[in-house]
């Protein structure tokens, strides 16, 4: 069973980096073509792909986030680390982990998700 | 606004048919695999349809997913209450080399 949970503080202020973990368990980020994308969710809005991190440390970010944001792997751990510099309100989101599956067919196609967690960016 | 569109609500009474729409363009839908997710608030949303008409295992086959050109569905047989949720429709953009997805449709049972 895969399962995954994200980690972190739940507010942040203006201008300050935020840091995310995401722990997983049930497969390995050493496994040829499988994945792990971070998604986000602004309060009462649609979901939005941020990044994906690949088995061999390739990695795709969104292009309006390019510049903020970074993934890291332990695959030791089982770990993936979502850093987004210079946060501002309209980052406030509940933000997701998700496993992309070894055969997806799509750099959008995560199963499953983990819970989420809620940051808040305010002073 | 989500690149992809949906409408912002359908609603169905129990053991109907609805139908959610999403349309793109040929950057994204046209030539990329369609996903599509069910969430309810407050829980990790669920892939219910990869490859545009693929199901996990798991999901019902009250669930389908289909795709033309530069637009893709879900359709949903047997309206069961506990469909009632947000679904949300996903695919890759080849123009802005990133995931888009599209607004949502909140899915009412009556």
């Keep these: 069973q895969i ?17 995310l973990t995401c722990t997983f368990s049930g497969f390995s980020l050493s496994t040829s073509g499988v994945g792990v ?8 809005k649609a979901l939005e792909w941020l990044a994906l991190i690949y088995w061999d440390d390739d990695k795709v970010y969104s292009p309006s986030l ?16 979502l850093t ?6 309209v980052d406030t989101a509940t933000y997701y982990c998700a496993h992309r599956r070894q055969n997806s067919g799509s750099l959008v196609e995560f199963d499953p998700w983990g819970q989420g967690t809620l940051v808040t960016v305010s002073s | 606004q ?10 169905g009474t129990p053991g109907q048919r609805v139908t959610i729409s999403c349309s793109g363009s040929s950057s994204n839908i046209e030539n990329n695999n369609v996903n599509w997710y069910q969430h309810l608030p407050g829980t990790a949303p669920k892939l219910l349809i990869f490859r545009n008409n693929q199901r996990p295992s798991g999901v019902p086959d009250r669930f389908s997913g289909s795709k033309s050109g530069t637009s893709a569905s879900l359709a949903i047989s047997g309206l069961q209450s ?21 607004g949502g449709t909140k899915l009412t049972v009556l």
């Design chain 1, 3 to 19: 399962t995954l949970k994200e980690s972190g503080p739940t507010l942040v202020k203006p201008t300050q980096t935020l840091t």
């Design chain 1, 84 to 89: 987004l510099t210079n946060m501002d309100p």
């Design chain 1, 37 to 44: 994308g971070w998604l986000r969710q602004p309060p009462g």
């Design chain 2, 2 to 11: 989500s690149i992809l569109t949906q409408p912002p609500s359908a609603s």
């Design chain 1, 66 to 81: 390019k510049n903020r944001l970074t993934l890291t792997k332990d695959t030791f751990k089982n770990q993936v680390v």
């Design chain 2, 82 to 102: 506990e469909d009632e949720a947000d679904y949300y429709c996903a695919a890759w953009d080849d123009s802005l080399n990133g995931g888009v997805f599209g």
